[in-house]
């Protein structure tokens, strides 16, 4: 059973940036899809961005051009490299395996981002 761990978030202020890293417990080499998810509070996690094995990319309206994620397979380890950062990133940041409306894993404990001046 593939656990996931979220490190990186923090307190910053609008317009700075933050790298947020999810590493698997296990091999996420056969795994095509990973994404980040995030949850603000009263609101629905929402995927944010994911990237497949090849690279590929794929993001939401709200952090395209200022989010950038990427994995390191051999690492078993997704990035989300956040830039130009809004009072309205703030949230819980989850990595998963999107799977049309569901997910391959089970939900980590998240990281916070916290964006204020």
């Known amino acids: 059973q593939v656990q996931l761990v979220e490190s990186g978030g923090g307190l910053v202020q609008p317009g700075g940036s933050l790298r947020l890293s999810c590493a698997a417990s296990?091999?996420?080499?056969?795994?095509?899809?990973m994404g980040w998810y995030r949850q603000a509070p009263g609101e629905a996690r929402k995927l944010v961005a994911a990237?497949?094995?090849?690279?590929?990319?794929k993001y939401a309206d709200s952090v395209k051009g200022r989010f950038t994620i990427s994995r390191d397979n051999a690492k078993n380890t997704v990035y989300l490299h956040m830039n130009s950062l809004k009072p309205e990133d703030t949230a819980v940041y989850y990595c998963n395996a999107p799977r049309l409306n569901t997910t391959l894993f089970s939900w980590g404990q998240g990281t916070q981002v916290t964006v204020s001046s």
């Open positions: 990237v497949l094995s090849g690279g590929t990319t």
């Open positions: 296990g091999s996420i080499f056969s795994i095509n899809a």
